[in-house]
């Protein structure tokens, strides 16, 4: 038997996933409160690095974000989503992925819209220059 009290130790969790067969409404709560309290702690975190604190370089600060950014989605991934690498898990993995596809897709599409549109719509350097002739 392992640790957690399965027969089976090949059965893949996340950290807040309940275990196949349980259905124990305390460690499901307990599960979303861990969840709650890390999720709130790297929200405190971001705003705390975002103030302005003299312990992170300034250069630094954007990556410090985007470290608490990605941490942020994998908590919300594990303990609110429930997604795992699970077999059974393969639909809400496929939908996740595509939605980020789509999204993704929908930013580099704008942005090289507004690229193209800044290019296109610039005035040329020479008609900045000319004065107006009385």
Do not use: C, K
């Not at 795992?84 to 930013?107: M, Q, R």
């Amino acid at each position: 038997m392992s640790m957690h009290g399965h027969a089976n130790s090949n059965i893949d969790t996340a950290p807040g996933d309940q275990e196949p067969g349980t259905h124990d409404v305390a460690s499901a709560i307990r599960n979303y409160l861990i969840g709650f309290v890390l999720a709130a702690g790297l929200t405190a975190g971001s705003f705390w690095v975002a103030s302005g604190t003299g312990l992170i370089y300034t250069p630094g600060v954007p990556m410090a974000l985007a470290a608490f950014a990605i941490a942020q989605m994998g908590v919300h991934l594990a303990f609110f989503l429930h997604i795992t690498t699970g077999p059974d898990n393969l639909n809400n993995v496929l939908a996740l992925a595509f939605g980020v596809l789509i999204v993704g897709i929908v930013i580099a599409g704008s942005l090289w819209i507004m690229y193209h549109l800044n290019a296109n719509m610039m005035v040329p350097g020479n008609l900045m220059d000319m004065r107006m002739q009385p």
